[in-house]
């Protein structure tokens, strides 16, 4: 493979939103990286996807040298934050991470990927519970995002609180009735729980299980 096909390839896993991590560095430390003087404006976005690839296999000294590069060329981007932010939650260094992706929602609140990358964050630390507020914030914001609702439920069963975890699939079933793969992690995954957590109860009381919005009001928009 020579340096065109090398650039060509990554060109097609970046539209086809691929990451094909080991196969990213593996080209870039054989070929790309010492041609970059070769792909114009392209580097940039090259740098980008390596920097990512490197993370994922925890290379974080090709993940601090496209950062630097990134960095040097687009000073204060929020798109480097974001890497950055990244490079830390790899470092483990949770805390400068988040307060990251809070500096970056200070100056685009649409931003959902931070949120979610937020989320993340206390997942990794078993914050379920302060990850639960996070992702109940986003949804205000972002109510129809399926796969946000899919993590609240994933969630809600790490704390046991199945019947909020229904109340997710419930939501999602609403929105598209037709998908088979709601109605079976519904049944599989929170149906299962539930009933046997009704099965526990040895009164009226004990047995009955809420299964109404589990937020209140805390979806108005006033």
């Known amino acids: 493979m020579d340096w065109q096909e090398a650039r060509d390839t990554l060109r097609q896993w970046r539209e086809d939103n691929m990451r094909n991590s080991e196969e990213v560095i593996e080209i870039w430390q054989d070929i790309l990286s010492n041609y970059t003087h070769k ?48 490079e830390f939650e790899a470092l483990d ?65 790490m704390e046991q609180d199945y019947s909020k975890a229904a109340f997710c699939y419930e939501e999602l079933i609403l929105y598209n009735p037709h998908n088979h793969l709601y109605h079976q992690r519904y049944a599989e995954e929170v149906s299962f729980h539930l009933s046997s957590f009704c099965s526990l109860g040895n009164t009226k009381e004990e047995k009955y299980v809420r299964l109404s919005p589990p937020w209140g009001n805390d979806f108005r928009t006033d």
């Not at 929602?105 to 649409?110: A, G, I, R, W």
């Not at 959902?112 to 302060?130: C, D, F, G, P």
């Open 93 to 157: 260094r949770y805390d400068d991470a988040l307060k990251l992706y809070d500096s970056i929602l200070q100056h685009d609140e649409s931003n959902s990927v931070i949120y979610k990358r937020k989320v993340a964050v206390l997942k990794a630390q078993n914050k379920i519970a302060e990850a639960v507020k996070e992702l109940t914030d986003y949804l205000k914001k972002f109510m129809s995002d399926h796969e946000a609702w899919m993590e609240l439920s994933d969630l809600y069963l």
């Open 39 to 86: 792909v114009g404006d392209e580097k940039w976005l090259i740098y980008e996807q390596v920097c990512l690839a490197a993370l994922d296999c925890h290379r974080l000294d090709i993940a601090q040298e496209c950062l630097e590069a990134l960095d040097k060329q687009f000073p204060g981007s929020f798109r480097v934050r974001k890497l950055r932010a990244m």
